[in-house]
């Protein structure tokens, strides 16, 4: 599986982003695909899931209510809506990918299969 994120940048705080990211590879429907981000001195963070065969979606708790995930299996894109920013939200933001029998792994333990480079996010209070 190869991820390749965009979307990032810099707003203030309130404000909202969506983070793409673009899928490709073989029998994807074997796989959960996700979220995960890290500040500088911070440890990684599990944001989001989402099923790539029926878009079965979880979300961290710092994020529930206003971050949401998707997917477009028609483009093979997954997103991350990011609404109601703060400044606790700056980190780089990474999509990964897991194997459906491991997936509950992302978020106990926020490590999966296979990982795109990151994209950094920036909310300004």
């Known amino acids: 599986v190869q991820l390749q994120a965009s979307g990032g940048g810099s707003v203030q705080a309130g404000g909202s982003l969506r983070l793409s990211c673009a899928v490709s590879?073989?029998?994807?429907?074997?796989?959960?695909m996700g979220w995960f981000r890290q500040a500088p001195g911070k440890e990684r963070e599990f944001v989001a899931r989402?099923?790539?065969?029926?878009?079965?979606?979880v979300h961290g708790d710092s994020v529930q209510g206003r971050f949401t995930i998707s997917r477009d299996n028609a483009k093979n894109i997954m997103y991350l809506q990011m609404n109601s920013l703060k400044p606790e939200d700056t980190a780089v933001y990474y999509c990964?990918?897991?194997?459906?029998?491991?997936?509950?792994?992302?978020?106990?333990?926020?490590?999966?299969?296979?990982y795109g480079q990151g994209t950094q996010v920036t909310v300004s209070s």
């Open positions: 590879g073989e029998s994807l429907n074997k796989y959960a």
């Open positions: 990964v990918a897991d194997n459906k029998v491991t997936m509950l792994r992302m978020r106990s333990w926020r490590t999966a299969d296979y």
């Open positions: 989402i099923t790539w065969d029926d878009g079965r979606a």
